[in-house]
């Protein structure tokens, strides 16, 4: 299946990613196996360059394609489009994107942890059992992985600003009287990063903490 090119995009119906075979030549369960495994490396493909060789390794069985040349298009979109040409094994000593990536040593690759992250979160949606409730979570793991393409330390900044807000509320739920410290913390953040995070991302924390009236007969 050398001369095998397959396409994994966004689906314009559902808004998520999707592996496609113009040629027809593959099964639906074929197509779907073949989507999985290229899942688990869409991060590491997305962040690097054009001609990156993709080993699948045995996640796809004996009768498919496991060598895959891969050629990145629309790299500004939610979701980047790859081209996956199969081609045949690469002779002793070529190097895949993911042996690549075992070998870089932690300093010369950044944003690498989080790309563990998101492929974490990756494989935990896909070992969740199909169902109408995944849509909404593989779009929003979707936006994630532009937000790190395009800024890695905003990605960084978010991440930190949603644990403020589980922080607050998790504190007002006990009982905590007053601004939580997870609210200082919001407002120290905002001054330290000086306009870097979207407006209004920390909005509900940086508001005045309502007026005890429990007292008041």
Known sequence: MTSLILRYAEDPATGLPCLEDPSGRLSSAELDALGRAVEEHFERLTSGADGQLLDLGGAV??????????????????CPTLLL???APPEPGVRTAANAAAEEPLSAAPGRWQLAFLAEIAERLADTAASSSRSPLDFVLA??????????????????AGYLHIGDALSREHGEA?????????????????????????????SP????????P
């Open 209 to 216: 903490p309502a007026a005890d009236t429990s007292a008041i």
């Open 85 to 87: 040409e199969a081609v």
């Open 61 to 78: 069985g004996p009768n498919l394609p496991r060598y895959f040349r891969v050629t990145l298009a629309d790299r500004d979109r939610r």
């Open 178 to 206: 007053g601004e939580s410290k997870y609210a200082q913390a919001a407002r120290e953040l905002v001054r330290l990063t000086n306009g870097m995070l979207l407006e209004g991302a920390l909005a509900p924390l940086l």
């Open 143 to 160: 936006d994630l992985r532009t937000l790190l393409r395009k800024d890695p330390r905003k990605f960084t900044l978010l991440l930190f």
